[in-house]
């Protein structure tokens, strides 16, 4: 796992089956990270719903849905599955 301090941001971002997103970061980097455990706290619950979370789009560096909604780079970097 890396730290909060070893991130970058992201670049492309691709909905996956079972609530995955699929992951670009800027430093070439690719990952997936798995949103289900988040979708039952707070804000994130909205994207229980199959077709908000596919909405997920690049925005500010980092994931978004709509304007309301994001999720800090330095968490995706963090927690995601890297490919390479």
Do not use: C, H
């Not at 709509?66 to 963090?78: Q, T």
């Amino acid at each position: 796992m890396s730290s909060v301090f070893d991130f970058s941001y992201i670049s492309q971002v691709k909905p996956l089956e079972d609530y995955k997103l699929s992951l670009v970061f800027e430093n070439g980097k690719q990952g997936v990270f798995d949103m289900k455990p988040y979708l039952d706290k707070g804000v994130f619950t909205v994207l229980k719903d199959i077709e908000k979370f596919n909405t997920v789009r690049v925005a500010w560096g980092t994931v978004a849905w709509g304007a309301e909604l994001d999720i800090a780079p330095e968490r995706l970097y963090s927690d995601s599955k890297m490919l390479n």
